[in-house]
Nanobody, 127 residues
Framework: QVQLGESGGGLVQAGDSLRLSCAASGRTLSRNAMGWFRQAPGKERECVAAISGSGGTTYYSDSVKGRFTISRDNAKNTVYLQMNSLKPEDTAVYYC????????????????????WGQGTQVTVSS
């Protein structure tokens, strides 16, 4: 079975940068779209970025567009989220997820499309 593990979260100040990593084990996910979701206290989980299996297509939510960059290294079975110019509003638990559909050219951003989830990593941005 597929297992996902996030790392790289922490406590930073507004304007700082972080890079989150998500390593997958169990099988290769090179054909699966991968996404980063976040959930703040009292709010629903939302997709902030997603990337197709090939890496050629990406999606970003309006709230992070221009500040966050998603990338992947299929040789390492790993996906990354580079977060720049962090704001207090970015504070949340960040989750890595894998789309269940194996189409290397396709990217989706709705929660229902993702079947495999990591445990999450906390990102806290102070003002």
């Amino acid at each position: 079975q597929v297992q996902l593990g996030e790392s790289g979260g922490g406590l930073v100040q507004a304007g700082d940068s972080l890079r989150l990593s998500c390593a997958a084990s169990g099988r290769t996910l090179s054909r699966n779209a991968m996404g980063w979701f976040r959930q703040a206290p009292g709010k629903e989980r939302e997709c902030v970025a997603a990337i197709s299996g090939s890496g050629g297509t990406t999606y970003y939510s309006d709230s992070v567009k221009g500040r966050f960059t998603i990338s992947r290294d299929n040789a390492k079975n790993t996906v990354y989220l580079q977060m720049n110019s962090l704001k207090p509003e970015d504070t949340a638990v960040y989750y890595c997820a894998a789309d269940s559909y194996r189409n290397p050219l396709r990217v989706r951003w709705n929660r229902e499309s993702y079947d495999y989830w990591g445990q999450g990593t906390q990102v806290t941005v102070s003002s």
